[in-house]
Structures are given as structure tokens and as C-alpha cells.
């Protein structure tokens, strides 16, 4: 069995997918970020009942850490009904962003998903089932700056699913809450926080699950 290197990674209530051109130490930067951000977030706020002041803290914590909001997508609320499986919503959105690998990127994050039982276990705990979590694609911009779209998600159904990402809500009416927020990373900011993070990490020990797709 050969192991690739990972196409995404489940920390906490995050699905982070990174296009393939991404570095390990880029990959492990904003992991480590965002379980610091998400345990910032928890001690402010409850993400299932405030989730707009939890992603504010959330977004705050990163930005001490230099990334930056940009655009004005910042917590716009959009509403989706979906009659298909979450997973098959976040491949649709993704392929919609400007970067066509994102797409890509979103499936094969997904489809290493799929099989790792621990993961989908761990996500379904976290986020209650859907009721808040958080998809994160990560890619580099045209001049090479480290980028992240932040799509803070609530699913809103009757009926509560184990495996709830890849479940097919076809049957069931449910409906997407989606937030968003757009930030780029200034390294030079990071690079000087960078005793803090690895300090906090470690202090936090948020369990990750680096997502591969195994071939035989």
C-alpha cells in the first residue's frame, strides 16, 4: 500500500482541503493556527449557540497570527437547501471559487474522508452532526501568498445523521447556514508568533487526522 502525502486534514469541527502544490510547512502552519483559533473561539463563545461571535474570535485569533481578512465576504449569511449529500454542496462550491484546482482539491479531500471511519466518528462528535463545522480550502494565490477561504457552516435538518457529510438529504428537507470569511497569510507575522504557536499547540493537543487516499 503506498501512502501519498495528505490532500486534507480533520482537526476538531475543521475539514481543511490544500490544492497538492502546497508545502508540508505551509500545510502544518495553518493547522496549528486554526486548533488555536478553534480553542480561542470555544473559551469565548459556544459554537452551537453563537456561532457569528465564534467565528468573529476565531477570525481574530488568526489574525493575530498574521492572516488578514480581505474582501467583503466576511460573515455574509447565505442560506442553501440541499437535496443531495453535503459532501456533493462543498464539491459544487468549491468548483465554483476561482481557482479550478479547489475543485480538485475538495474531492479528493472527501474521498479520503470517506473511508476513515476514526475521522468521520471525531467529526460527527465535534459538530454535533452537522450542527456547526467548519470546511476550509487552502491554496496559494497568483504571487505565491498562502490564502484561506473559512466557510463556518450550520446544517439545520430534522433528522440527526451519523456520517452527516456524506449522508443524501434527499428525502429529508435540510437546509446550509453558511458564513464566510477570506484571509491571506503575511509570514513575517507568523514567523514572529512562531514560539507562541508551538507552545500553544502542544498545550492544546487537539487531535488531527491527516486525510490520505490509499491506493492498493
Known amino acids: 500500500m503506498v501512502m501519498e502525502k495528505p490532500s486534507g486534514t480533520l482537526t476538531?469541527?475543521?475539514?481543511?482541503?490544500?490544492?497538492?502544490?502546497?508545502?508540508?510547512?505551509?500545510?502544518?502552519?495553518?493547522?496549528?493556527?486554526?486548533?488555536?483559533?478553534?480553542?480561542?473561539?470555544?473559551?469565548?463563545?459556544?459554537?452551537?449557540?453563537?456561532?457569528?461571535?465564534?467565528?468573529?474570535?476565531?477570525?481574530?485569533?488568526?489574525?493575530?497570527?498574521?492572516w488578514s481578512v480581505f474582501q467583503d465576504a466576511i460573515f455574509t449569511r447565505t442560506r442553501y437547501d440541499i437535496s443531495t449529500s453535503i459532501a456533493d454542496f462543498l464539491v459544487q462550491s468549491a468548483q465554483s471559487m476561482p481557482d479550478s484546482r479547489q475543485g480538485n482539491a475538495m474531492i479528493d479531500t472527501l474521498d479520503?474522508?470517506?473511508?476513515?471511519?476514526?475521522?468521520?466518528?471525531?467529526?460527527?462528535?465535534?459538530?454535533?452532526?452537522?450542527k456547526h463545522f467548519q470546511v476550509i480550502p487552502v491554496r496559494y494565490d497568483s504571487k505565491g501568498f498562502l490564502e484561506v477561504a473559512v466557510f463556518n457552516l450550520e446544517l439545520v435538518a430534522n433528522a440527526k445523521k451519523n456520517s452527516f457529510i456524506f449522508w443524501s438529504w434527499e428525502e429529508q428537507p435540510a437546509t446550509i447556514i453558511q458564513h464566510r470569511a477570506s484571509l491571506k497569510l503575511d509570514k513575517r507575522i507568523l514567523e514572529s508568533k512562531r514560539s507562541m504557536i508551538e507552545k500553544k499547540r502542544l498545550e492544546i493537543r487537539m487531535k488531527r487526522f491527516d486525510l490520505r487516499k490509499r491506493h492498493q
Do not use: M
Open 112 to 130: 479520503a474522508l470517506k473511508p476513515d471511519n476514526p475521522a468521520i466518528a471525531s467529526l460527527d462528535k465535534e459538530s454535533l452532526n452537522g
Open 12 to 66: 476538531g469541527p475543521n475539514l481543511i482541503s490544500c490544492i497538492s502544490e502546497l508545502s508540508p510547512a505551509d500545510y502544518d502552519d495553518f493547522t496549528y493556527c486554526t486548533q488555536i483559533a478553534t480553542h480561542s473561539a470555544d473559551l469565548v463563545s459556544s459554537r452551537f449557540t453563537d456561532s457569528e461571535k465564534w467565528l468573529h474570535e476565531y477570525v481574530v485569533t488568526l489574525n493575530f497570527f498574521g
